[in-house]
């Protein structure tokens, strides 16, 4: 049986250890096949996306917030020209914590978007597969 408290304490310690080596980490537990095509913080991000919800489930995000993260990423995503319309999952994010609802916002609510349902489009990165990668609103005419 896992110790869910013990678990919490050192799941809590790593992600807040600017230091702290998921790289390593991911190799000597054998968590991801090839570590070391991902970088630590896209480690960090993935580990962060399965295990925040459980340990903290207070801290999840509210169908009104998601909503609201649909909306704005749509919006976003609808503005971008650059790339063909591909914004990298990273900027996005850098653009939502611009907004005023979304300045605390951790990297690993952005799995919690509706793509599929809002027409976005995602272009994963080549063996990288615990990243969103690139992404686009899909215009009528894609369709």
């Not at 749509?74 to 653009?95: A, C, P, R, T």
Request: aromatic share 14%; glycine share 2%.
């Amino acid at each position: 049986m896992i110790d869910k408290e013990k678990l919490m304490q050192e799941f809590s310690e790593a992600i807040n250890d600017e230091n702290f080596d998921w790289v390593n980490a991911s190799k000597e537990s054998q968590f991801l096949i090839e570590p070391e095509t991902c970088s630590n913080v896209e480690i960090k991000n993935f580990v962060q996306c399965l295990l925040q919800d459980y340990l903290y489930p207070e801290k999840i995000l509210s169908n009104e917030k998601i909503e609201l993260l649909n909306g704005s990423a749509q919006h976003i995503l609808k503005e971008y020209v650059l790339n063909d319309g591909w914004m990298y999952s990273y900027d996005l994010f850098e653009e939502l914590k611009k907004e005023e609802p979304f300045k605390d916002l951790e990297y690993y609510n952005l799995w919690k978007i509706s793509f599929d349902k809002l027409n976005i489009e995602i272009k994963p990165i080549e063996n990288k597969d615990i990243e969103i990668g690139y992404l686009r609103y899909k215009k009528a005419s894609d369709k």
